[in-house]
Nanobody, 121 residues
């Protein structure tokens, strides 16, 4: 019922920048929170940043001051601007959206399939 499609991953240089996008589509009534998570090899998935429909943001300490999350509510799209990249930012980045959809009571979390970000010189 809800599809999340991430884009913008790839190879980034240390100190460089990448921008991720995630567009949600389907029978969506509203999206409360959208966020980005990441999972590095051998590690658990962790929150990178999330943003509410009202624009309140939350960041992991490891990315504060380097990453910026934003969203376009009209397009059901969330972005992650990643600056000052570090090798430890290498991971698969997943988009998550908490959505109310047609025909279902309450909101549910939906996940994208992920996009790989590799930071290396």
């Amino acid at each position: 019922q809800v599809q999340l499609v991430e884009s913008g991953g790839g190879l980034g240089q240390p100190g460089g920048s990448l921008r991720l996008s995630c567009a949600a589509s389907g029978n969506i009534l509203s999206i409360k929170t959208m966020g980005w998570y990441r999972q590095a090899p051998g590690k658990q998935r962790e929150l990178v940043a999330d943003i509410t429909s009202g624009g309140s943001t939350n960041y992991a300490d490891s990315v504060k001051g380097r990453f910026t999350i934003s969203r376009d509510n009209a397009k059901n799209t969330v972005y992650l601007q990643m600056n000052s990249l570090k090798p430890e930012d290498t991971a698969v980045y997943y988009c998550k959206a908490n959505c109310r959809v047609v025909g279902l009571y309450g909101a549910m979390d939906y996940w994208g399939k992920g996009t790989l970000v590799t930071v290396s010189s």
